[in-house]
């Protein structure tokens, strides 16, 4: 079993930097991704960020891309996601999710993801 526990996030103004992280229990094998999700108010959640858990593989939602950075400490079984020049539209909570089975090119599918986190609160004002 997969548990997810995620930390950081807060109010930041524009143009500012925060990064969250979020913790992984349990195996991380056959093709473990893991990936951040953000849900503003009234919207539909949206994939940001994506990590092949072993092979470092990364994908980006185009509109963080050059402004986000996901990452992950093997070490820790810790990915964070560093988020630099945010903007008031990146405002939004911010889930951690994680799966098994999941090939590169679905790793921003939110239907590939078993496991998710209690979410975090990211906001900018501007």
């Known amino acids: 079993q997969v548990q997810l526990a995620e930390s950081g996030g807060g109010l930041v103004q524009a143009g500012g930097s925060l990064r969250i992280s979020c913790e992984t229990s349990g195996p991380t094998y056959n093709n473990y991704a893991m990936g951040w999700f953000r849900q503003a108010p009234g919207k539909d959640r949206e994939f940001v960020a994506a990590?092949?858990?072993?092979?470092?593989?990364?994908q980006y939602k185009d509109s963080v891309k050059g402004r986000f950075t996901i990452s992950r400490d093997k070490a820790k079984n810790t990915m964070y996601l560093q988020m630099n020049n945010l903007k008031p539209e990146d405002t939004a909570v911010y889930y951690c999710?994680?799966?098994?089975?999941?090939?590169?090119?679905?790793?921003?599918?939110?239907?590939?993801?078993?496991?998710w986190g209690q979410g975090t609160q990211v906001t900018v004002s501007s």
């Open positions: 999710a994680a799966g098994f089975g999941i090939i590169i090119s679905a790793m921003s599918s939110i239907n590939q993801y078993d496991y």
């Open positions: 990590i092949r858990w072993s092979t470092g593989n990364l």
